[in-house]
Every structure is written in structure tokens, then in C-alpha cells.
């Protein structure tokens, strides 16, 4: 088959056929414009801003664009930028691939829940050449997923109570909405008896008196939710001046324990008491007990009171600290292995002032063990930990276990090699084995990972297929040839202990790329047949080609393909399948020639009309007598009848045949005789009427009553079957196309 036409030269032969003389240029892709609803019945009025909700959500926008085409494999994308206007990082909302041809449609899309700003712009880009198109203008857009009352509260309280709150001069409270999720993600709109505020989070601070209240800001959608909260009532009073009275100490011990108390003590009054802003419960006292033997004793102490006469009121913060905190770190390994005739050495550090040490083997102390550091030989195995201690100060008695560590004299070890990154036969085309863990097995079977302490410490040989490599000698090897193929395993040294790994198998994948081409991508079928061929030498190689998955041929060095389909080529590399690229051949799409005008061909008796095709390389025009009339890319008509137009696309042949007819110069009838003498018995309508499946004729009788409902009307009513039990019967009928009503008007029959 003769090479067809680069997709690149068929789509600026297609361009210059559609548009005449003008420029091939990019394609000029323009800003989305907000557009009526199209869903039927369509709108009238585009909307202006997007107030989405779970009831609706449904919105339309207008995009056009112009020439040059884009690619066949192209998609239209419609993106949203952030409220901001920025599309830094696109949200899409809908894609079209249909529209390629297409320079005017609209897109339907959907606001995401998360949608909540004044500034959001739309713009579409395509994929197939990638460009991307001009921004709207900015639009208000809104996701109303609260469309009811908000609730809110005084901080710290379990819920608004009855509506009010205090504040003393000076001080603040602070106001919240609760039982709402997320309520971080949303701005708000305060107001203070009805006034505006600045304040846009889920919380304000309060020092003034006031009504208050909060909605969500929806912005422009505000009229579409219905979110106004309750109302606190915060009005102000005046100070008593609560505070901590001194405590004895504020540096405990663990299990000391310290009362904190108010400067008031007055029963009428509600204490809660705070450590680090956050309320203790069931704290109504004006005493607070501070407990050092309670883990995270230590922090700032408040308390806060409100009663009659006082309004609420929190004091200034006591500090707690815990004198007894420090911390032990265990410097050594968790488990640690003495080889014969070797010691080792476990320490610790900590940050405590003039520590005391004692080491523990086994939970028992160990006599003279009272320094940081500790020697074990290989005769002292078993589990040892520090305990360092206070020497001095009210918190002598507190004393902190280092964490345990293992001491073990091995019996045996065990080496465990594994592959380095993930690792698939026949898919790496390189990979590193590498040693992963080392064991000690002592006497009783116990198994102690050793990795960190020995790795450097034995001495290696790696083997493949159980014979040594020369030169390897590390604890990993790098595997970088299918020369290299085969089973691994190392063995390991260290004093007198000896150890073979596991064995791991190696099947690399030749570091080769197998490509494939072809006489051309369009098929035509058997009659122009593609060659899929490789410049790799297949003589006496295995190797299978694929046309969709399946096998299709196991001989031929080239492939003739005589279908659509995707095709590729899968060598054998030493055991491995080589695949190849893929090739997609595609069949003869006939809708790559179009006709202007098409459909039925209609004009007046004596005049012509001018057919222009394109999408082709070359085209041939015949009569109804299979007679060539003619062999350019337009053909004037002057006669009715039937045409054929043949029109070739590289090797390929693309058939399309044309009716045409003279224009009808009488009218519509509206009387018909049905006297059966074979003149004016049907009601006979022009052909730019008749035969058209987009025409619509409807007939009804004189009570509305539908006789007659038809696309592509045939000229053929009434039928003999009908009977006119009267003289002149009215009838009416209406011709409409998809849009609009054509004619209408009366028929009278006469019998």
C-alpha cells in the first residue's frame, strides 16, 4: 500500500477546503460565557452567579472556537480556576470529545461542595493540540451546603444556655458556632445588634455589650441561605479581681501534690478551673489540687468564676513545673551480640543534674555497676538496663530505667540476603542484591537481629549458580547484564562462624528497545494492505506478533495488516518477552468527506447549484449512467437526477451518492377531490417538504384529533382505506422542523 498522507498535511488539506483562502494558524480557543440552562426545556436567561445546592446544581456555559481543526484524539476541558481567579491548579468540571468539528456548543457542568467565593474564573483547553484557552470574567460561585440557622455558645459552655453572656470591663469572652463540621472551611458575617463586624472566622472576641449573632458569607448568594444563628445577649459588668493566691511551691515531685486556691471564696459563685486554656472537669471549687503523681501534671493553672454580682472573670495563669523531669537514652544497640573471646560495651546518657547510675542484668543489680557505661563478656549474656537516678533535691527519690538491651553469645547466624528495590522477572533490566538481615541464633533456638552491630563486620563471597565471582566481596552486588542471569546466594565470615544465605533468583531483561512501523495508520482492507515491519533482525529469533492482544503470526520477519486493530511485536530475549511500541491502524472513517451543501440537492428548473467536497486527495463525479462528468472538488448541476461522487484519501476510496432534484413551484394545496380518477386524490406537498426525515407533518381532523403524525412524509394521504362520511371536510395540519413551525394552514376534502 502506497504511504497515505501525514495526519498533519490531511488536516491542513481539510482546513483550506472548509475555509476557503484563510491562514492555517493555532486555534483560538475563546472564554467560556455563562449561558441559559439547556436542559429541556431550555432557559432564556444565562445566570450571572452560581448559587449551587443538593437541590441544584446544574449550570451551563457557551464556548466557541475557530480553525484550524484539532486532532481526532482531542478533548475539550472546561476548568475552574480557585476563588481567587488563579489557575494555578485547575479544578475540571466536565470534557467533551465529540465537539472537534464543532466551533459552537455548550458545556454542562457542576459546582464541587467546596466551591465558596466572589472571584472565580472558567476557561476550556484542549488536549489534542494542547492549548489553552482565554479566562472569563470573574464570577461569585457558592456551594450553599448549610441552608439552616446556625447555633452558637460562649466558649467553654456546653451550649448557648439561656441566650446570655457577661463580660467584665477589661477582659473579654469569646463567642463560637459549634455543631457545625468543618466550621474552619467557612467565612461568617457577625453583627453586633444588627451592625456589621470585621470579624470572618468561627469565633470573635467579645468586650463590648451587644446582641450578637452569625450567618455564613455566601457573599453575592447570601439571599440563597437561610443560616442566621441564635442570639447571645453579652452585656458587661464590673471586675472582683480573681486570682491564684501563691502556691507553696510550683516545682513538684512526682507524687507531691500542691492546692492551688482562689483569692474569693464565695459559695455563691461557679469556679471551673483551666490547665493550658483547656477546662478540668467537675473543678466547682475555689480550691484545685494539683497531683504530681498524675502523668502531665505540669502546666498553667487558671481559674475562672461568674455568679451574681460577678461577672465572668478568668485569672492570670500559675505556672507548674515538674522537678523531677529528665530523660534516659540507651546509646547502644537493643540487642547485642559478644563473639568468643570479645567484650562489648553498653552506656547511657541523660540530661539530669549530678545522676546516679546502677545497671540491672536480668532485674537483678550488678555489683559495682554504677557508672554510664557497662563491659559485658561473652560469659554475661542475658537483658541489661540502667536506672539512673536523682542524687540531691526534694525529688531525690525519682529514679528513670533506661531501655532493655540483649546480650547474646550466637550459636549460629543466619544471613538473609534480599533484592535492594522491587524486583520482577524479566521486567528489571538491572537490580541490587544486597545482605538484609543478619541473625544470631543462640543455644536455645532464640533469634536475635544483629544487622546494625555485625553487617560490617563478616567478610563476604557472592556465588552464582554456586560457583564464587571474583572481585565480589561487599555485602550487596549490582546485576546490570543478562549475561549476569542466574541464582544468587553469599556466604559469610566472622571469627569462627560461617553462614550461606538464602538464594535468590535472578532473570534480567535485555536493556533493548524494540521498534516497530508501518506503511501507513488508515486501512482500506484487503485491497491496500499495511506493512508493519522492525529494523531489528528477526532470522532465527522467536518472536509472535499481536493484533489486539492476540497472536496473529509467528513467521514473517514483516507483518501484512489488513485490519484495524493495535499491533505490536514481542521478541524473546533469553526467556524474557521484548515487547515492542504499538501501532493503532485505524479503518477509513467516510465522515472525513463532507459535501457542501449535502443532503438532497434542490434548485429551481433552468438554474444550477454548485456541490463542493472535501477531506480528500482527489475526487471523480458520475451520472446516473456510471458516466465521469467530471474531477475537481466542485461540480455544478443543472439537471435533476441521481450523482455519485468518488473521492480518494491516500490508497483509500470513499463512495457517496447525491439526489438531485428541481425546486417545486406550486404551493401548498388546500383542497384535494378523492373521486379516485387519479387527479389531485393526495395531498401532494412540495419537495422541500416532503421526504424529509427532519420535517414533521401532523394532520388533524376538525375536533383536534391527530389523523396523521410523520417524518419523512411520503405524499400518500389520505389512504384508500379512508372513508369521508361527508361532503367537504375540513381538516388541518401543521409542517414543522425541530426549531419552528413551517406552514399551516386548512384541507378541504371533496368527495
Given at each position: 500500500?502506497?504511504?497515505?498522507?501525514?495526519?498533519?498535511?490531511?488536516?491542513?488539506?481539510?482546513?483550506?477546503?472548509?475555509?476557503?483562502?484563510?491562514?492555517?494558524?493555532?486555534?483560538?480557543?475563546?472564554?467560556?460565557?455563562?449561558?441559559?440552562?439547556?436542559?429541556?426545556?431550555?432557559?432564556?436567561?444565562?445566570?450571572?452567579?452560581?448559587?449551587?445546592?443538593?437541590?441544584?446544581?446544574?449550570?451551563?456555559?457557551?464556548?466557541?472556537?475557530?480553525?484550524?481543526?484539532?486532532?481526532?484524539?482531542?478533548?475539550?476541558?472546561?476548568?475552574?480556576?480557585?476563588?481567587?481567579?488563579?489557575?494555578?491548579?485547575?479544578?475540571?468540571?466536565?470534557?467533551?470529545?465529540?465537539?472537534?468539528?464543532?466551533?459552537?456548543?455548550?458545556?454542562?457542568?457542576?459546582?464541587?461542595?467546596?466551591?465558596?467565593?466572589?472571584?472565580?474564573?472558567?476557561?476550556?483547553?484542549?488536549?489534542?493540540?494542547?492549548?489553552?484557552?482565554?479566562?472569563?470574567?470573574?464570577?461569585?460561585?457558592?456551594?450553599?451546603?448549610?441552608?439552616?440557622?446556625?447555633?452558637?455558645?460562649?466558649?467553654?459552655?456546653?451550649?448557648?444556655?439561656?441566650?446570655?453572656?457577661?463580660?467584665?470591663?477589661?477582659?473579654?469572652?469569646?463567642?463560637?458556632?459549634?455543631?457545625?463540621?468543618?466550621?474552619?472551611?467557612?467565612?461568617?458575617?457577625?453583627?453586633?445588634?444588627?451592625?456589621?463586624?470585621?470579624?470572618?472566622?468561627?469565633?470573635?472576641?467579645?468586650?463590648?455589650?451587644?446582641?450578637?449573632?452569625?450567618?455564613?458569607?455566601?457573599?453575592?448568594?447570601?439571599?440563597?441561605?437561610?443560616?442566621?444563628?441564635?442570639?447571645?445577649?453579652?452585656?458587661?459588668?464590673?471586675?472582683?479581681?480573681?486570682?491564684?493566691?501563691?502556691?507553696?511551691?510550683?516545682?513538684?515531685?512526682?507524687?507531691?501534690?500542691?492546692?492551688?486556691?482562689?483569692?474569693?471564696?464565695?459559695?455563691?459563685?461557679?469556679?471551673?478551673?483551666?490547665?493550658?486554656?483547656?477546662?478540668?472537669?467537675?473543678?466547682?471549687?475555689?480550691?484545685?489540687?494539683?497531683?504530681?503523681?498524675?502523668?502531665?501534671?505540669?502546666?498553667?493553672?487558671?481559674?475562672?468564676?461568674?455568679?451574681?454580682?460577678?461577672?465572668?472573670?478568668?485569672?492570670?495563669?500559675?505556672?507548674?513545673?515538674?522537678?523531677?523531669?529528665?530523660?534516659?537514652?540507651?546509646?547502644?544497640?537493643?540487642?547485642v551480640v559478644v563473639l568468643p573471646g570479645q567484650n562489648t560495651t553498653l552506656s547511657v546518657t541523660t540530661?539530669?543534674?549530678?545522676?546516679?547510675?546502677?545497671?540491672?542484668?536480668?532485674?537483678?543489680?550488678?555489683?559495682?555497676?554504677?557508672?554510664?557505661?557497662?563491659?559485658?563478656?561473652?560469659?554475661?549474656?542475658?537483658?541489661?538496663?540502667?536506672?539512673?537516678s536523682l542524687s540531691g533535691g526534694p525529688c531525690s527519690s525519682t529514679s528513670i530505667d533506661s531501655d532493655?538491651?540483649?546480650?547474646?553469645?550466637?550459636?549460629?547466624?543466619?544471613?538473609?540476603?534480599?533484592?535492594?528495590?522491587?524486583?520482577?522477572?524479566?521486567?528489571?533490566?538491572?537490580?541490587?542484591?544486597?545482605?538484609?538481615?543478619?541473625?544470631?541464633?543462640?543455644?536455645?533456638?532464640?533469634?536475635?537481629?544483629?544487622?546494625?552491630?555485625?553487617?560490617?563486620?563478616?567478610?563476604?563471597?557472592?556465588?552464582?549458580?554456586?560457583?564464587?565471582?571474583?572481585?565480589?566481596?561487599?555485602?550487596?552486588?549490582?546485576?546490570?547484564?543478562?549475561?549476569?542471569?542466574?541464582?544468587?546466594?553469599?556466604?559469610?565470615?566472622?571469627?569462627?562462624?560461617?553462614?550461606?544465605?538464602?538464594?535468590?533468583?535472578?532473570?534480567?531483561?535485555?536493556?533493548?528497545?524494540?521498534?516497530?512501523?508501518?506503511?501507513?495508520?488508515?486501512?482500506?482492507?484487503?485491497?491496500?494492505?499495511?506493512?508493519?515491519?522492525?529494523?531489528?533482525?528477526?532470522?532465527?529469533?522467536?518472536?509472535?506478533?499481536?493484533?489486539?492482544?492476540?497472536?496473529?503470526?509467528?513467521?514473517?520477519?514483516?507483518?501484512?495488516?489488513?485490519?484495524?486493530?493495535?499491533?505490536?511485536?514481542?521478541?524473546?530475549?533469553?526467556?524474557?518477552?521484548?515487547?515492542?511500541?504499538?501501532?493503532?491502524?485505524?479503518?477509513?472513517?467516510?465522515?472525513?468527506?463532507?459535501?457542501?451543501?449535502?443532503?438532497?440537492?434542490?434548485?429551481?428548473?433552468?438554474?444550477?447549484?454548485?456541490?463542493?467536497?472535501?477531506?480528500?486527495?482527489?475526487?471523480?463525479?458520475?451520472?446516473?449512467?456510471?458516466?465521469?462528468?467530471?474531477?475537481?472538488?466542485?461540480?455544478?448541476?443543472?439537471?435533476?437526477?441521481?450523482?455519485?461522487?468518488?473521492?480518494?484519501?491516500?490508497?483509500?476510496?470513499?463512495?457517496?451518492?447525491?439526489?438531485?432534484?428541481?425546486?417545486?413551484?406550486?404551493?401548498?394545496?388546500?383542497?384535494?377531490?378523492?373521486?379516485?380518477?387519479?387527479?389531485?386524490?393526495?395531498?401532494?406537498?412540495?419537495?422541500?417538504?416532503?421526504?424529509?426525515?427532519?420535517?414533521?407533518?401532523?394532520?388533524?381532523?376538525?375536533?383536534?384529533?391527530?389523523?396523521?403524525?410523520?417524518?419523512?412524509?411520503?405524499?400518500?394521504?389520505?389512504?384508500?382505506?379512508?372513508?369521508?362520511?361527508?361532503?367537504?371536510?375540513?381538516?388541518?395540519?401543521?409542517?414543522?422542523?425541530?426549531?419552528?413551525?413551517?406552514?399551516?394552514?386548512?384541507?378541504?376534502?371533496?368527495?
Amino acid at each position: 500500500m502506497r504511504a497515505k498522507l501525514s495526519l498533519k498535511i490531511k488536516y491542513l488539506f481539510l482546513t483550506i477546503l472548509l475555509l476557503g483562502s484563510m491562514q492555517l494558524s493555532a486555534q483560538v480557543l475563546n472564554a467560556p460565557v455563562a449561558a441559559p440552562n439547556q436542559t429541556p426545556p431550555p432557559g432564556s436567561s444565562p445566570w450571572d452567579k452560581a448559587c449551587a445546592s443538593g437541590s441544584f446544581n446544574d449550570y451551563w456555559v457557551n464556548f466557541t472556537w475557530s480553525p484550524p481543526l484539532v486532532n481526532g484524539d482531542n478533548e475539550f476541558i472546561l476548568e475552574l480556576s480557585d476563588s481567587n481567579g488563579s489557575f494555578a491548579s485547575p479544578v475540571e468540571l466536565a470534557r467533551d470529545a465529540t465537539k472537534n468539528v464543532i466551533f459552537d456548543f455548550y458545556f454542562q457542568f457542576s459546582l464541587p461542595t467546596d466551591t465558596r467565593g466572589e472571584d472565580y474564573k472558567l476557561r476550556v483547553r484542549s488536549t489534542s493540540p494542547a492549548v489553552i484557552g482565554a479566562e472569563s470574567p470573574a464570577y461569585a460561585m457558592y456551594y450553599i451546603d448549610v441552608n439552616s440557622g446556625l447555633t452558637i455558645r460562649q466558649q467553654g459552655n456546653a451550649d448557648f444556655g439561656d441566650g446570655t453572656a457577661e463580660v467584665c470591663n477589661g477582659n473579654s469572652i469569646t463567642l463560637e458556632v459549634y455543631n457545625l463540621p468543618n466550621a474552619g472551611t467557612y467565612q461568617y458575617n457577625w453583627y453586633r445588634s444588627g451592625t456589621p463586624l470585621a470579624d470572618k472566622t468561627e469565633s470573635i472576641t467579645v468586650t463590648q455589650a451587644g446582641m450578637y449573632n452569625v450567618e455564613i458569607d455566601y457573599g453575592a448568594c447570601s439571599g440563597s441561605g437561610n443560616t442566621l444563628s441564635n442570639i447571645i445577649d453579652v452585656t458587661t459588668g464590673a471586675s472582683l479581681g480573681i486570682a491564684i493566691n501563691p502556691p507553696s511551691k510550683t516545682d513538684l515531685c512526682s507524687g507531691e501534690t500542691e492546692n492551688l486556691e482562689a483569692n474569693i471564696n464565695n459559695p455563691a459563685l461557679t469556679y471551673t478551673w483551666y490547665k493550658d486554656g483547656t477546662a478540668i472537669p467537675s473543678t466547682d471549687n475555689y480550691i484545685y489540687t494539683v497531683d504530681a503523681s498524675v502523668p502531665g501534671f505540669e502546666g498553667d493553672y487558671q481559674v475562672e468564676i461568674f455568679g451574681p454580682g460577678a461577672c465572668v472573670e478568668r485569672s492570670a495563669a500559675v505556672t507548674i513545673t515538674n522537678a523531677g523531669n529528665f530523660t534516659v537514652t540507651r546509646d547502644n544497640p537493643a540487642s547485642v551480640v559478644v563473639l568468643p573471646g570479645q567484650n562489648t560495651t553498653l552506656s547511657v546518657t541523660t540530661d539530669a543534674s549530678s545522676p546516679t547510675y546502677q545497671w540491672f542484668r536480668d532485674g537483678n543489680p550488678v555489683a559495682g555497676a554504677t557508672s554510664n557505661s557497662l563491659t559485658v563478656s561473652e560469659t554475661e549474656t542475658g537483658s541489661y538496663f540502667a536506672r539512673v537516678s536523682l542524687s540531691g533535691g526534694p525529688c531525690s527519690s525519682t529514679s528513670i530505667d533506661s531501655d532493655a538491651t540483649t546480650v547474646v553469645t550466637p550459636a549460629s547466624f543466619e544471613i538473609i540476603i534480599d533484592y535492594a528495590s522491587t524486583y520482577s522477572a524479566c521486567v528489571n533490566s538491572s537490580i541490587v542484591l544486597d545482605v538484609a538481615t543478619i541473625n544470631a541464633i543462640d543455644s536455645g533456638g532464640g533469634v536475635t537481629d544483629v544487622t546494625a552491630s555485625l553487617i560490617t563486620g563478616f567478610t563476604y563471597q557472592w556465588k552464582k549458580d554456586g560457583t564464587p565471582i571474583s572481585g565480589e566481596t561487599s555485602s550487596s552486588i549490582s546485576l546490570t547484564d543478562i549475561s549476569e542471569n542466574g541464582n544468587y546466594e553469599v556466604d559469610g565470615t566472622i571469627t569462627t562462624y560461617n553462614d550461606t544465605s538464602n538464594s535468590l533468583d535472578v532473570q534480567l531483561l535485555v536493556n533493548e528497545t524494540l521498534t516497530i512501523t508501518s506503511t501507513g495508520l488508515v486501512s482500506c482492507g484487503p485491497s491496500e494492505p499495511i506493512t508493519i515491519s522492525t529494523t531489528t533482525g528477526l532470522v532465527g529469533e522467536s518472536f509472535d506478533w499481536y493484533r489486539d492482544g492476540t497472536i496473529v503470526n509467528s513467521t514473517d520477519e514483516a507483518l501484512i495488516a489488513t485490519e484495524p486493530g493495535t499491533y505490536q511485536l514481542v521478541l524473546d530475549r533469553n526467556g524474557c518477552p521484548l515487547p515492542s511500541n504499538e501501532l493503532v491502524i485505524t479503518g477509513l472513517d467516510p465522515d472525513l468527506i463532507t459535501l457542501n451543501p449535502s443532503g438532497t440537492i434542490v434548485f429551481p428548473e433552468g438554474a444550477s447549484r454548485t456541490v463542493t467536497a472535501s477531506g480528500g486527495d482527489s475526487y471523480r463525479w458520475y451520472d446516473s449512467n456510471n458516466v465521469e462528468i467530471g474531477n475537481s472538488s466542485s461540480i455544478t448541476f443543472t439537471e435533476e437526477g441521481s450523482y455519485a461522487i468518488v473521492a480518494t484519501i491516500g490508497n483509500c476510496e470513499v463512495n457517496r451518492n447525491l439526489t438531485v432534484e428541481y425546486l417545486d413551484n406550486f404551493k401548498i394545496p388546500n383542497v384535494i377531490t378523492i373521486n379516485g380518477d387519479g387527479i389531485n386524490d393526495l395531498w401532494i406537498i412540495p419537495n422541500s417538504y416532503s421526504n424529509k426525515p427532519d420535517v414533521n407533518v401532523v394532520i388533524f381532523n376538525s375536533s383536534g384529533k391527530e389523523v396523521l403524525n410523520q417524518n419523512n412524509y411520503q405524499n400518500n394521504w389520505p389512504e384508500s382505506s379512508m372513508s369521508f362520511p361527508k361532503q367537504n371536510m375540513v381538516f388541518f395540519y401543521k409542517i414543522k422542523d425541530a426549531n419552528e413551525v413551517l406552514k399551516q394552514g386548512t384541507i378541504t376534502i371533496i368527495r
